[in-house]
């Protein structure tokens, strides 16, 4: 959109003065473009992020989502294995939803249901409460997918609302979707 900064436009901006919001820049460029169904575009985001800035989860999970995009699906899976496995012991709620996504991928409905509730329980307890619609949604679609109905639509419901009170009507759209499905 015309007039608008980009997430990818920022990570640029911000690359030689804040290299943890560039990181941050560019992992929300690709999910805008993961949301978007836009393959090269989270591509070119996660290529984009510097190894050597991410945490050793979110290096799993970047070198992961990019080998498995690539069409090195074993090579992929297993670096989203290290991810999912990880999360075992995780409380950041970015991280528990980079496993949500990562044992998506993977097939394995239970544990990405798992991650999304574990990761809803820590937006609940610490914030941010931005995350609160994404976390609501990914957990809705992790539920969609292992046949928890009701629950999807549950967790659909409310994440509409805090999209709607957060001012988040991309989020909002996303959620319609859930319960469409």
């Given at each position: 959109m015309p007039g608008r900064i980009s997430s990818s436009h920022t990570a640029a901006l911000l690359a030689s003065h804040d290299p943890r919001r560039t990181l941050d820049a560019l992992l929300g460029a690709a999910q805008a473009a993961w949301d978007m169904g836009d393959a090269i575009a989270y591509l070119d985001a996660m290529t984009r992020v510097p190894p050597a800035a991410a945490d050793r989860p979110t290096a799993w999970y970047r070198a992961g989502m990019c080998a498995v995009l690539a069409g090195r699906t074993d090579r992929g899976h297993a670096l989203l294995r290290c991810c999912l496995d990880n999360a075992e012991r995780a409380d950041d709620p970015y991280e528990?939803?980079?496993?949500?996504?990562?044992?998506?991928?993977?097939?394995?409905?239970?544990a990405a249901c798992r991650a999304g509730a574990r990761a809803l329980a820590a937006v609940r307890t610490r914030g941010p409460d931005a995350l609160l619609p994404q976390a609501l949604e990914q957990l809705a679609y992790a539920e969609l997918r292992a046949g928890r109905h009701a629950r999807a639509r549950a967790h659909a419901l409310e994440g509409l609302h805090a999209a709607r009170r957060t001012g988040q009507p991309n989020a909002a759209t996303h959620l319609h979707a859930v319960l469409a499905l």
């Open positions: 528990l939803l980079r496993a949500l996504v990562s044992a998506l991928v993977l097939g394995e409905v239970d």
